[in-house]
T-cell receptor, first 113, second 113 residues
Framework: AQSVTQPDIHITVSEGASLELRCNYS??????LFWYVQSPGQGLQLLLK??????LVQGIKGFEAEFKRSQSSFNLRKPSVHWSDAAEYFC???????????FGAGTRLAVHP | DAGVIQSPRHEVTEMGQEVTLRCKPI?????LFWYRQTMMRGLELLIY????????DSGMPEDRFSAKMPNASFSTLKIQPSEPRDSAVYFC???????????FGPGTRLTVL
């Protein structure tokens, strides 16, 4: 069965520090992978997606993610975190025709000034 | 475009009452999704529609839940009768075609007392 694991429930970083959020997936075929961000009281916003091609994907707000098939991972990175990046981040895999998204449990990011 | 619109934003009701959540997708989007978000279970897909037709309702928890899409610009999720364990944030999302980004609404926070 398809699944997504985000090992870190909470992460705290200092403003200006680099960030890496981990995501591991389980899926039998080539996955469609997504990262979404959810600010408090808001819906989810797509940061970036991977369907095929270049395994390093650039997204909005300065985020990028790298697809590593050998490790079944799709980790999200940002070189320098801003206070406004504090939010919850969800990794998701597209399954069953790729409209059906399966989400990880999320990682809550706190940013210290 | 105003994005995906959901109403109400907050709903407080008593156990046993009927609850109706509403969603207006982005104009021109052919797919509509209903999700539920809880602390215990994270984000779960309940049901999705393509061109107003329900395609996959395997995530609907039980017969108390029903969803309709009478036209391309409106969908409802109904819970009858409601129970305290239905308390959650319910999101509606829409996408233009298969494999495209899902745009999420702001959610309806439901509290069943």
């Amino acid at each position: 069965a398809q699944s997504v694991t985000q090992p870190d429930i909470h992460i705290t970083v200092s403003e200006g520090a680099s960030l890496e959020l981990r995501c591991n997936y389980s899926y039998g075929a080539t996955p469609y992978l997504f990262w979404y961000v959810q600010s408090p009281g808001q819906g989810l916003q797509l940061l970036l997606k991977y369907f095929s091609g270049d395994t390093l994907v650039q997204g909005i707000k300065g985020f990028e993610a790298e697809f590593k098939r050998s490790q079944s991972s799709f980790n999200l990175r940002k070189p320098s975190v801003h206070w406004s990046d504090a939010a919850e981040y969800f990794c998701a895999v597209g399954a069953g025709g790729y409209n059906k998204l399966i989400f990880g449990a999320g990682t809550r990011l706190a940013v210290h000034p | 475009d105003a994005g995906v619109i959901q109403s109400p934003r907050h709903e407080v009701t008593e156990m046993g009452q009927e609850v109706t959540l509403r969603c207006k997708p982005i104009s021109g989007h052919d797919y509509l999704f209903w999700y539920r978000q809880t602390m215990m279970r994270g984000l779960e897909l309940l049901i999705y529609f393509n061109n107003n037709v329900p395609i996959d309702d395997s995530g609907m928890p039980e017969d108390r839940f029903s969803a309709k899409m009478p036209n391309a610009s409106f969908s409802t999720l109904k819970i009858q009768p409601s129970e305290p364990r239905d308390s959650a944030v319910y999101f509606c999302a829409s996408s233009q075609t298969v494999n495209n980004e899902q745009f999420f609404g702001p959610g309806t926070r439901l509290t069943v007392l």
